[in-house]
């Protein structure tokens, strides 16, 4: 007998032995643990769902009640209007909701419930019906709970409409209204509901398996199936027995064993805060099949244990195992530093290759999700072209090359004018389009090899980028001269002169542009930004449609706007604004028969600040409704003190802007003024442009007849410089017609302008209006008018705008009349 036969004699029982029992216990060890440790991922899987599905409910909680404090929304339920509710504020509220549904787009509809549970308002991202939704939804279950409860209500429940699961999120909207006086108790306005796309949670089920045979599902407290991996369960109804048995081992986290449709099944599962129970089931044969393929797996383990010899054993373990795991455990550390072009090569056809294979399919799936994350990140959805993040990482390295080249450097800050009323016109979806087009015709202005969509390697070249809404920056690196901005600044201009067809129509898009330059209108990326940002806003008004350097200029214009503004919005709390009073005067017998009230602002420091600067400002920032409610009760007040005083009773001409005309419920504005100062309404007269009225024409008759119906008077001012045909002329319920200062400073210089400052009066005469003629400075004017019939004038002439106690002065020494001389004016600019 050899001596190998022998040693493996000697060695087969030593090794065959204790295998077999290493292998045995080793079995039934693994066994227990691979369905302890079964179970236990079980209880991940629930406790995972049911976080995300918890998680998913809080955060849509939030912001359910984040929506419901939003100012359109409030307003909207508070209307009480059916035209202001329906006209002016439901598209609004409807864009509020799509903003809210962009941000959030598994929020697949926004409703607004009235408290009897009408659906008043509704945004769908399948979209939006333009009339509100007939349906009653007061037998709702989700309308019956939130109506009971009161509060902020999460509950998921299945679709009325597609039979899917959905979440729906309510909150009762308690508001009071704060514009009566005294103010309404807070009552139950409507609701807000959401309604929540459950299909990341639905993925989340069927991707939550960690064995094929494993199942997720959930139901409601009645053990209705509302989520299952096994889609037509969806709607099914757990057995009574069934059910109590699963709910029974929920508060320990037990597995509980249950028969389902005639087979055995492991069941766990846990309550959500959504009252949602969440289960996992394994079938009892599925963890038998995985014993059995333990033990198959076992049991060649101890067999090649027996017959290989241990010199085998050792070199066979280290080329087949070690080598390999060591290979991937390198590859995965270079996977971990972020080297996601590992290659790596599987070995072998067994486990350890196929570990390899995802391995290497892993590494590649990273690379390219890398790659389109980048891609999501540094670029704009709509157009493609580089965002503001990249835009900023690209000029800083622009500028760093800049510097140490000692290169110039140019942005071009693109904005497009008005390009809101084609969002208005065409519709959202269209001037997206439109906005893709300019980005492609940006990019096509500039010459194709310089253009930059993503470069993470070598040097900045000209980019194109959208910064957001319709604003584009371009960056020109290489700058030889101040001159080549210019030049690619005119060539945007003369392309966008083209017509851009948007739908069925074509639109003209015009562009204001700023340049900045580096190095001298910056240093740094902010400062170039703004500073051609600045250019640009010069740009536009100077006009729109062209562009402009960037200069000094435009930042102390900018510093001092903003200066203005603060101090503007300062300037109502610290008593800064006052009224001056100019006199009107009757033609026919001299007697001042009115006032203008025209406002003043006394900086603390600065002094008297023009109107002409502070009320463009005031229009354009919005204070100009606040400043104007002001005016309105200043003017009450001031009337009834020279009451008070003893004086004659003279009506107060108040003017109201196009802002106050347009957004403002004026109507209750000059109802709780006259109330507070106790006014007679027909002391005071309310003056409204011709070109406020007739932006609204058929709002303003309307509005018209309201103030009329209070009492006060009402005056067409600066007639002449709008465009009013008679048809509504007759139709405006004024008493007086004043003509704009324009035409009477050249009712002596010009023939046309004389002619036709004739017929208004005329005209006027004939509709049964006064007539007041504004600007008067000579006597050779004031004849002229005296001559044609008009009816009163002021202006300097007779005196200036003066304080109320200088004017309280004029009015009692002038009771009795004023004479036609200049003294007056020259008497009171002394005092």
Same mark, same amino acid.
């Given at each position: 007998?050899?001596?190998?036969?022998?040693?493996?004699?000697?060695?087969?029982?030593?090794?065959?032995?204790?295998?077999?029992?290493?292998?045995?216990?080793?079995?039934?060890?693994?066994?227990?643990?691979?369905?302890?440790?079964?179970?236990?991922?079980?209880?991940?899987?629930?406790?995972?769902?049911?976080?995300?599905?918890?998680?998913?409910?809080?955060?849509?909680?939030?912001?359910?009640?984040?929506?419901?404090?939003?100012?359109?929304?409030?307003?909207?339920?508070?209307?009480?209007?059916?035209?202001?509710?329906?006209?002016?504020?439901?598209?609004?509220?409807?864009?509020?909701?799509?903003?809210?549904?962009?941000?959030?787009?598994?929020?697949?509809?926004?409703?607004?419930?009235?408290?009897?549970?009408?659906?008043?308002?509704?945004?769908?991202?399948?979209?939006?019906?333009?009339?509100?939704?007939?349906?009653?939804?007061?037998?709702?279950?989700?309308?019956?709970?939130?109506?009971?409860?009161?509060?902020?209500?999460?509950?998921?429940?299945?679709?009325?409409?597609?039979?899917?699961?959905?979440?729906?999120?309510?909150?009762?909207?308690?508001?009071?209204?704060?514009?009566?006086?005294?103010?309404?108790?807070?009552?139950?306005?409507?609701?807000?509901?959401?309604?929540?796309?459950?299909?990341?949670?639905?993925?989340?089920?069927?991707?939550?398996?960690?064995?094929?045979?494993?199942?997720?599902?959930?139901?409601?407290?009645?053990?209705?199936?509302?989520?299952?991996?096994?889609?037509?369960?969806?709607?099914?109804?757990?057995?009574?027995?069934?059910?109590?048995?699963?709910?029974?081992?929920?508060?320990?986290?037990?597995?509980?064993?249950?028969?389902?449709?005639?087979?055995?099944?492991?069941?766990?599962?846990?309550?959500?805060?959504?009252?949602?129970?969440?289960?996992?089931?394994?079938?009892?044969?599925?963890?038998?099949?995985? $014993? &059995?393929? !333990?033990?198959?797996?076992?049991?060649? /383990?101890?067999?090649? %244990?027996?017959?290989?010899? *241990? #010199?085998? @054993?050792?070199?066979?373990?280290?080329?087949?195992?070690?080598?390999?795991?060591?290979?991937?455990?390198?590859?995965?550390?270079?996977?971990?530093?972020?080297?996601?072009?590992?290659?790596?090569?599987?070995?072998?056809?067994?486990?350890?290759?196929?570990?390899?294979?995802?391995?290497?399919?892993? $590494? &590649?799936? !990273?690379?390219?999700?890398?790659?389109? /994350?980048?891609?999501? %990140?540094?670029?704009?959805? *709509? #157009?493609? @072209?580089?965002?503001?993040?990249?835009?900023?990482?690209?000029?800083?390295?622009?500028?760093?090359?800049?510097?140490?080249?000692?290169?110039?450097?140019?942005?071009?800050?693109?904005?497009?004018?008005?390009?809101?009323?084609?969002?208005?016109?065409?519709?959202?979806?269209?001037?997206?389009?439109?906005?893709?087009? !300019?980005?492609?015709?940006?990019?096509? /202005?500039?010459?194709?090899?310089?253009?930059?969509? *993503?470069?993470?390697?070598?040097?900045?070249?000209?980019?194109?980028?959208?910064?957001?809404?319709?604003?584009?920056?371009?960056?020109?690196?290489?700058?030889?001269?101040?001159?080549?901005?210019?030049?690619?600044?005119?060539?945007?201009?003369?392309?966008?002169?083209?017509?851009?067809?948007?739908?069925?129509?074509?639109?003209?898009?015009?562009?204001?542009?700023?340049?900045?330059?580096?190095?001298?209108?910056?240093?740094?990326?902010?400062?170039?930004?703004?500073?051609?940002?600045?250019?640009?806003?010069?740009?536009?008004?100077?006009?729109?449609?062209?562009?402009?350097?960037?200069?000094?200029?435009?930042?102390?214009?900018?510093?001092?706007?903003?200066?203005?503004?603060?101090?503007?919005?300062?300037?109502?709390?610290?008593?800064?604004?006052?009224?001056?009073?100019?006199?009107?005067?009757?033609?026919?017998?001299?007697?001042?028969?009115?006032?203008?009230?025209?406002?003043?602002?006394?900086?603390?420091?600065?002094?008297?600040?023009?109107?002409?600067?502070?009320?463009?400002?005031?229009?354009?920032?919005?204070?100009?409704?606040?400043?104007?409610?002001?005016?309105?009760?200043?003017?009450?007040?001031?009337?009834?003190?020279?009451?008070?005083?003893?004086?004659?009773?003279?009506?107060?001409?108040?003017?109201?802007?196009?802002?106050?005309?347009?957004?403002?419920?004026?109507?209750?504005?000059?109802?709780?003024?006259?109330?507070?100062?106790?006014?007679?309404?027909?002391?005071?007269?309310?003056?409204?442009?011709?070109?406020?009225?007739?932006?609204?024409?058929?709002?303003?008759?309307?509005?018209?007849?309201?103030?009329?119906?209070?009492?006060?008077?009402?005056?067409?001012?600066?007639?002449?410089?709008?465009?009013?045909?008679?048809?509504?002329?007759?139709?405006?319920?004024?008493?007086?017609?004043?003509?704009?200062?324009?035409?009477?400073?050249?009712?002596?210089?010009?023939?046309?302008?004389?002619?036709?400052?004739?017929?208004?009066?005329?005209?006027?005469?004939?509709?049964?209006?006064?007539?007041?003629?504004?600007?008067?400075?000579?006597?050779?004017?004031?004849?002229?008018?005296?001559?044609?019939?008009?009816?009163?004038?002021?202006?300097?002439?007779?005196?200036?705008?003066?304080?109320?106690?200088?004017?309280?002065?004029?009015?009692?020494?002038?009771?009795?009349?004023?004479?036609?001389?200049?003294?007056?004016?020259?008497?009171?600019?002394?005092?």
């Amino acid at each position: 007998m050899k001596l190998r036969t022998k040693f493996l004699l000697l060695l087969t029982p030593l090794i065959v032995g204790p295998l077999l029992v290493v292998g045995t216990l080793g079995y039934a060890q693994l066994r227990s643990t691979s369905e302890e440790k079964t179970f236990d991922q079980m209880r991940n899987v629930v406790d995972r769902l049911a976080d995300e599905v918890n998680g998913l409910a809080r955060t849509a909680s939030a912001n359910v009640d984040l929506f419901s404090r939003h100012l359109i929304v409030q307003r909207y339920v508070l209307a009480k209007d059916a035209t202001e509710r329906y006209t002016l504020l439901q598209r609004p509220l409807l864009q509020v909701f799509r903003s809210f549904q962009e941000a959030y787009p598994e929020y697949r509809e926004l409703r607004i419930l009235m408290p009897d549970g009408f659906e008043d308002a509704r945004w769908s991202r399948d979209g939006v019906r333009d009339v509100p939704n007939p349906e009653d939804e007061a037998r709702d279950p989700f309308f019956g709970l939130l109506a009971s409860t009161g509060a902020l209500t999460v509950s998921v429940l299945p679709d009325a409409e597609g039979g899917e699961a959905v979440m729906q999120v309510g909150n009762p909207l308690v508001l009071s209204e704060p514009r009566t006086i005294p103010p309404e108790p807070a009552i139950l306005r409507g609701f807000l509901a959401v309604t929540i796309d459950l299909s990341q949670i639905r993925s989340s089920f069927e991707s939550s398996r960690t064995m094929h045979e494993e199942r997720s599902f959930a139901t409601d407290a009645d053990g209705k199936v509302l989520l299952d991996t096994v889609r037509g369960d969806v709607g099914a109804r757990l057995p009574d027995d069934v059910f109590q048995a699963l709910r029974g081992g929920l508060d320990a986290g037990a597995v509980v064993r249950v028969d389902r449709d005639g087979e055995p099944v492991y069941v766990t599962g846990t309550r959500t805060d959504t009252n949602l129970y969440v289960f996992t089931a394994i079938p009892v044969s599925a963890l038998l099949a995985a $014993s &059995h393929h !333990l033990r198959s797996v076992v049991t060649p /383990i101890v067999v090649a %244990a027996i017959l290989l010899t *241990l #010199t085998l @054993l050792y070199f066979g373990l280290d080329r087949m195992v070690i080598v390999p795991i060591r290979a991937l455990g390198r590859a995965a550390g270079q996977i971990g530093r972020g080297e996601l072009d590992v290659r790596i090569v599987p070995g072998s056809a067994d486990e350890i290759g196929e570990l390899a294979t995802a391995f290497g399919e892993m $590494s &590649h799936n !990273l690379g390219q999700s890398h790659e389109q /994350i980048r891609m999501l %990140a540094y670029h704009d959805a *709509l #157009t493609g @072209l580089p965002n503001r993040r990249l835009f900023h990482e690209l000029l800083d390295k622009a500028l760093a090359r800049a510097q140490r080249e000692h290169e110039g450097l140019a942005l071009l800050f693109v904005d497009f004018d008005n390009f809101k009323r084609i969002n208005d016109s065409v519709g959202h979806a269209t001037a997206d389009g439109v906005l893709r087009e !300019l980005g492609e015709t940006l990019s096509s /202005i500039i010459r194709t090899d310089d253009v930059l969509f *993503l470069h993470t390697h070598g040097e900045t070249e000209t980019v194109v980028s959208r910064l957001g809404g319709d604003e584009f920056v371009i960056l020109l690196p290489h700058m030889r001269d101040r001159f080549s901005p210019g030049v690619i600044a005119r060539r945007i201009l003369h392309q966008l002169a083209r017509p851009i067809r948007a739908g069925d129509q074509e639109v003209i898009v015009s562009a204001s542009i700023g340049v900045a330059t580096f190095p001298e209108d910056g240093a740094t990326a902010e400062v170039l930004i703004r500073n051609a940002d600045s250019a640009m806003y010069h740009a536009k008004q100077q006009g729109k449609a062209g562009y402009l350097y960037y200069s000094e200029a435009m930042n102390v214009a900018s510093v001092e706007r903003l200066t203005l503004e603060s101090g503007l919005r300062r300037a109502l709390e610290q008593e800064q604004l006052e009224l001056h009073y100019q006199p009107q005067i009757d033609l026919a017998t001299g007697r001042v028969i009115g006032a203008e009230a025209l406002l003043r602002w006394k900086h603390s420091e600065r002094g008297y600040i023009s109107p002409a600067t502070f009320i463009p400002l005031a229009e354009e920032t919005g204070l100009i409704l606040p400043i104007g409610e002001w005016v309105i009760n200043r003017a009450c007040q001031q009337a009834m003190e020279w009451q008070r005083a003893g004086l004659m009773g003279i009506p107060i001409s108040v003017n109201v802007s196009g802002a106050q005309f347009s957004r403002q419920n004026l109507c209750n504005v000059v109802a709780r003024a006259l109330d507070g100062s106790g006014l007679q309404p027909a002391l005071l007269c309310i003056e409204i442009t011709e070109t406020a009225m007739m932006a609204v024409p058929d709002r303003a008759v309307e509005l018209l007849q309201q103030l009329r119906t209070l009492g006060v008077r009402l005056s067409l001012d600066d007639f002449g410089t709008g465009y009013s045909s008679l048809s509504y002329l007759r139709r405006f319920p004024i008493s007086t017609l004043k003509i704009d200062r324009s035409f009477v400073c050249e009712v002596l210089t010009d023939e046309h302008t004389a002619t036709i400052t004739e017929a208004i009066i005329g005209m006027a005469h004939v509709l049964g209006l006064r007539v007041v003629a504004e600007g008067v400075e000579q006597q050779e004017q004031l004849a002229v008018l005296r001559h044609w019939g008009c009816d009163a004038v002021q202006g300097y002439y007779y005196s200036p705008a003066l304080p109320a106690p200088l004017f309280a002065d004029f009015l009692a020494s002038k009771g009795a009349g004023v004479e036609d001389k200049g003294v007056e004016h020259r008497r009171i600019q002394s005092a």
